[in-house]
């Protein structure tokens, strides 16, 4: 199981955080933590349900991980493990996840695979999402996985769909002329892309697309 104690800080002030793995007693916080991370438009049915979280502790409870700061829940970030063939990119988030449910985790897979990340908006200026994603990097290493994988979505990607097409906008983001809300977080983090994806979600921002995003393990 995975817990890891130290400070961030806020501004100069410096503030306990936990990393830890989840369990049943979070699920209405990070049920709400989904609600403020995702507000109306977005579908309330979309958000994690108790069974969808119930799956995460119980069949791969390794990447059910949430941080706290000062002892609030702050955020959790969600995986599974996969057997992946990099010659055969294409994938859906909804085949690739069980639609978030996981049922399809592979114990014996070669790769941890990104089903969500989320931070409540008042703590998103402390850096906890680059933090969980380190600690994902943590188990990847400790179960001498070969990869850590998934699909960034583009949302800056609308506003250049009509001049750009998914892989030079991608480039462009590598290159620093484009800053993409999530593409350059993940690059901050330390994934690489490896390839777009069609039909990665109906997202209107990313126009459908997602890139591929990996770490490989450095001990592999």
Same mark, same amino acid.
């Given at each position: ?73 702050a955020g959790s970030i969600t995986g599974l493990t996969i057997d992946f063939d990099p010659s055969d990119k294409n994938h859906s988030w909804e085949e690739i996840t ?41 188990? #990847? ?6 990869? =850590? *994988?998934?699909? $960034? +979505?583009? !949302? ?21 002329? #484009? ?6 977080? =993940? *690059?901050?983090? $330390? +994934?690489? !892309? ?10 209107d921002e990313s126009c459908n697309y997602a890139a591929l995003m990996e770490w490989k393990n450095p001990f592999r």
């Amino acid at each position: 199981m995975y817990r890891s104690e130290f400070y961030v800080y806020d501004q100069e002030r410096p503030v306990p955080v936990i990393i830890r793995n989840y369990s049943n007693v979070d699920f209405d916080d990070l049920i709400k933590i989904q609600s403020e991370c995702f507000p109306p438009p977005f579908p309330s049915e979309l958000w994690w349900n108790k069974e969808q979280l119930t799956n995460h502790v119980y069949m791969f409870p390794e990447g059910a991980l949430c941080v706290e700061v000062a002892g609030e829940l702050a955020g959790s970030i969600t995986g599974l493990t996969i057997d992946f063939d990099p010659s055969d990119k294409n994938h859906s988030w909804e085949e690739i996840t069980d639609h978030g449910y996981i049922r399809n985790n592979n114990p014996n897979g070669n790769t941890l695979y990104i089903v969500d990340i989320s931070v409540r908006p008042k703590y998103r200026k402390l850096g906890l999402g680059k933090l969980m994603m380190q600690s994902m990097y943590h188990v #990847v290493i400790e179960k001498e996985l070969y990869r =850590l *994988l998934g699909g $960034g +979505r583009m !949302p800056g990607y609308h506003k250049k769909a009509d001049i750009m097409t998914p892989g030079q906008y991608l480039d462009a983001t590598i290159k620093g002329e #484009v800053q993409d809300p999530v593409i350059t977080f =993940l *690059l901050h983090c $330390g +994934r690489v !892309p490896i390839g777009i994806i069609e039909n990665y979600l109906e997202d209107d921002e990313s126009c459908n697309y997602a890139a591929l995003m990996e770490w490989k393990n450095p001990f592999r």
